[in-house]
């Protein structure tokens, strides 16, 4: 790995930063680019704002001194140098799921697989920069460009691009859930951006190329059934007033769709209690005692 020295290290500008002075709590360590001990600590301290010599003792002065602020960090592995750069919208709440034993053996990166190794009393934590919430996708990117650090397996911030998972991952996926941080960052990053008619082409053929190769089940169907029902509401009657014909439905959107209307137009029908069209007399299906 090429080492990055302060003299090579151009750091640009970051957008509307919210910054506080550059802090070092510990104990301060020289660096000798030519070493790779423990003693050979790629710190880099005019890189960042602030840095944690021992992230095991000052676990408590990291998690309250970062409460609050959104921004970039690294992890720095004392024994063996490689680093990890990530980011959050609340530093504290992200730090602290690396102190969470459960976190770290449920999702087994490279960056949690090294803490449970190594332990976190030999990795120095570093604050990198902290900046708006809307900046943060692009200053991780920033610095995983400039330092390229050795525990990330993406190569871009908050994108799979490139990375092939394996199939027990994916099924691993299919059970996760995205947590409202990771949403708000997502949200901010495309917010006012504009796509092109050819870009919504391609995620058009994309949408439709993956419905046509992974059709849903019976029991999904099933499921979004149901999810429907709690969602929409009670199940429905509908009876022909000139014929007598009754139809029942599970819910209004789908008594919609035979009548060819809207929901509202259900709704409104059932409300008004007057057959919709002159004809077609909709009630609510009594409940089963």
Not at 231 to 241: I, K, L, Q, S
Request: aromatic share 8%; with cysteine.
């Amino acid at each position: 790995m090429k080492k990055i020295t302060n003299t090579n290290i151009q750091i640009l500008p970051s957008v509307k930063t919210e910054t506080r002075p550059v802090t070092r709590v510990g104990v301060m360590q020289s660096y000798d680019p030519g070493l790779n001990n423990s003693s050979n600590l790629n710190l880099n301290p005019l890189l960042a704002q602030k840095t944690y010599d021992n992230a095991l003792l000052l676990k408590k002065v990291i998690l309250a001194d970062n409460r609050g602020l959104s921004g970039i960090y690294r992890w720095v592995n004392k024994l063996n140098n490689k680093t990890y750069v990530g980011s959050g919208m609340d530093l504290a709440n992200r730090l602290a799921c690396y102190y969470r034993n459960s976190e770290l053996t449920r999702n087994k990166r490279p960056i949690h697989k090294a803490l449970l190794k190594y332990g976190h009393d030999n990795f120095i934590l570093e604050i990198l920069e902290c900046c708006t919430k809307g900046d943060l996708l692009n200053r991780e990117q920033f610095y995983l460009d400039l330092l390229n650090p050795e525990y990330n397996v993406l190569e871009f911030a908050y994108s799979l691009l490139g990375y092939k998972h394996t199939k027990a991952n994916i099924e691993l996926f299919k059970l996760k859930t995205i947590s409202d941080g990771h949403k708000q960052i997502l949200s901010l990053t495309h917010k006012g951006k504009v796509v092109s008619e050819e870009t919504k082409k391609k995620l058009s053929l994309a949408t439709t190329e993956y419905k046509k190769n992974n059709p849903l089940t019976s029991e999904a169907l099933a499921n979004i059934k149901v999810k429907t029902v709690e969602r929409e509401g009670v199940a429905v009657v509908v009876t022909n007033t000139h014929s007598k014909e009754v139809w029942n439905f599970t819910n209004q959107t789908e008594a919609g769709e035979f009548l060819g209307v809207t929901r509202q137009a259900v709704y409104n029908a059932i409300k008004r209690g007057k057959p919709l069209k002159g004809v077609y007399l909709i009630t609510k299906k009594a409940a089963a005692n």
